[in-house]
């Protein structure tokens, strides 16, 4: 099963940006669609982004439109997550994963997911 590793996490200030990085060793990984999500304290997991197999689809979470954008190389098995103009409101624990790209649902493990905090 798929399990992931994600990378890029920290503290930065209001209007800022980060780059989170998410890896996997499996070859699979290249023949699913993949997604980020978030976490913010006492709040569901939430879905940020998400992109086809190829990348050529990408579809985002309205609040994160125009600010953050997704990409994958599937010839390192690694997704990344560019997040700018970074938000208060952005602050949460970030996941990636595998997903059925028609309903959305959950292909691989949950990994430990990397911290974003946004703060002045």
């Known amino acids: 099963q798929l399990r992931f590793v994600e990378s890029g996490g920290g503290l930065v200030q209001p209007g800022g940006s980060l780059r989170l990085s998410c890896a996997d060793s499996d070859p699979a990984f290249a023949r699913t669609a993949l997604a980020w999500f978030r976490q913010a304290p006492g709040k569901e997991r939430e879905l940020v982004a998400r992109?086809?197999?190829?990348?050529?689809?990408?579809d985002y979470a309205d609040a994160v439109k125009g600010r953050f954008a997704i990409s994958r190389d599937n010839t390192k098995y690694t997704m990344h997550l560019q997040m700018n103009d970074l938000k208060p409101e952005d602050t949460g624990t970030y996941f990636c994963?595998?997903?059925?790209?028609?309903?959305?649902?959950?292909?691989?493990?949950w990994g430990q997911g990397v911290q974003v905090t946004v703060s002045s």
């Open positions: 992109l086809t197999i190829f990348g050529d689809t990408t």
């Open positions: 994963n595998a997903i059925y790209w028609a309903n959305r649902k959950i292909r691989g493990s």
